[in-house]
């Protein structure tokens, strides 16, 4: 069984630029949630994705957007980066249900810096 | 709105001693509480889940819906032990599950 991977690993941008990460879920999930994490923090939900279309959405602009794909995996992007936008970006993949049972796996992280 | 408090930031105990970290959120539904646990260089994991009333590597934590808690506890704290740990709150916005994590307690066990 293949866990949830991300990437990049680490990636540096300026101010005003755009950005992509990406996610492939685990072997299986066809439910994949965004979070962020800025230093210091817990992770925030940024949005989910199930069956290619967004699933919720937490407290964050619409230049916080993002896709998935046939087969579950997902990017998200980012337009017109802020410096507030470093942090670390966390994916996690769940199969869908409406049980608590459902728990989400998480990927190692993308490290964003904006300079 | 809801809202998961956790209101240490770093916990220091010495390898034997009681664990326990405080958890309290804040929420008009049924909640759905998780801890998880990140280790050093390590990804976040579940650690257990108060539906499932389960123990994990000797942790435990019960709902207290009356003081709105979810306390992690352990009677014997390990070196092992030592890690990030996350509390939080499932939901379920428009159909899907979205977590709400408080802040975390640093978890240090000293010999």
């Known amino acids: 069984e293949t866990g949830v991977t991300q990437s990049p690993t680490h990636l540096i941008k300026t101010r005003g630029q755009q950005v992509t990460l990406r996610c492939s879920s685990q072997?299986?999930?066809?439910?994949v949630s965004w979070y962020q994490q800025a230093l210091g923090q817990g992770p925030q939900f940024i949005f989910q994705?199930?069956?290619?279309?967004?699933?919720g959405r937490g407290n964050f602009p619409p230049r916080f957007s993002g896709l998935q794909f046939p087969n579950y995996s997902s990017e998200l992007n980012v337009n017109a980066l802020e410096l507030d936008d470093s942090a670390l970006y966390l994916c996690?993949?769940?199969?869908?249900?409406?049980?608590?049972?459902?728990?989400?796996?998480f990927g190692p992280g993308t490290r964003l810096t904006v300079l | 709105a809801q809202r998961v408090t956790q209101p240490e930031k770093l916990l220091s105990v010495f390898k034997g001693a009681p664990v326990e970290l405080k958890c309290n959120y804040s929420?008009?539904?049924?909640?759905?509480l998780f801890w998880y646990v990140q280790y050093s260089r390590q990804r976040l994991q579940l650690l257990l889940r108060?539906?499932s009333r389960e123990s994990i590597k000797g942790f435990t934590a019960d709902l207290n819906k009356g003081e709105t808690s979810f306390h992690l506890k352990k009677p014997f704290a390990q070196e092992e032990d030592s890690a990030m740990y996350y509390c939080?709150?499932?939901?379920?916005?428009?159909?899907?599950?979205?977590?709400?994590f408080g802040t975390g307690t640093q978890l240090k066990v000293e010999l």
């Open positions: 996690a993949s769940s199969p869908r249900g409406g049980s608590s049972y459902n728990e989400q796996f």
């Open positions: 072997s299986g999930h066809n439910t």
């Open positions: 994705y199930y069956r290619e279309e967004e699933n």
């Open positions: 929420y008009s539904g049924s909640p759905e």
């Open positions: 108060h539906i």
């Open positions: 939080a709150l499932m939901t379920r916005p428009g159909g899907g599950n979205k977590l709400t």
